[in-house]
């Protein structure tokens, strides 16, 4: 448990770092290629792998919020009471009976606080994000090809920014407040109604 919390506390431009000397090099040559090469005919895989792009980006941040997720479930089931489990153990209910009847409805707004909280973190991720996506300012729906995050177009721009395009930047960061505060909200509402059913 000790290396999942170590994991959660690594600061995000180690991970961008790693992102780009060691996931980079193997999606773009081995696993990109074969996604090409094999599913090409899909648009998600449509282009060549360049090497920065929408793939590693997403699995940089999905093992950036891995282990806070994880801490965050395992202190939340960690915190119940022994007597739950005791008392469900005793009415003769089984270990599994016990974990999912039992210990994962009371744990569960912990747990689903520490899934918005990767979530949120993944969202509003600069450096790694910035690093690893290509920033390119284009839609496209291909995994492999470069694209751009609010948080990393904001980075990007704002030194540099004047008159109009300053207050384009403010508009892109009020967008990703109002996403968040979407996603809390969204969350608060499944608590409240998981609650209401136990």
Do not use: C
């Not at 606080?113 to 690893?132: D, Y």
């Amino acid at each position: 448990m000790f290396l999942v919390e170590l994991l959660a506390a690594v600061p995000s431009v180690v991970y961008g770092l790693w992102g780009i000397f060691v996931l980079i090099p193997f999606i773009s040559r081995p696993l990109g290629s074969f996604l090409h090469n094999i599913l090409g005919w899909l648009p998600l895989f449509a282009s060549e792998p360049v090497g920065p792009g929408m793939l590693p980006a997403g699995m940089v941040l999905a093992i950036m919020i891995l282990p806070i997720i994880t801490a965050i479930s395992r202190d939340s089931l960690a915190s119940l009471p022994p007597d739950l489990r005791q008392a469900s153990l005793g009415l003769g209910a089984t270990r599994w009976t016990t974990i999912f009847r039992v210990l994962l409805p009371a744990a569960f707004s912990g747990i689903v606080g520490g899934i918005m909280l990767g979530l949120g973190r993944a969202m509003g991720e600069t450096m790694a994000a910035t690093m690893l996506i290509g920033n390119a300012n284009k839609i496209d729906l291909s995994l492999n090809a470069p694209a751009n995050t609010i948080a990393s177009l904001m980075a990007n721009q704002f030194a540099e920014a004047s008159g109009l395009q300053v207050a384009a930047l403010m508009y892109t960061g009020l967008v990703l407040f109002a996403m968040t505060l979407v996603v809390n909200m969204l969350a608060e509402w499944i608590v409240s109604q998981v609650k209401a059913k136990y």
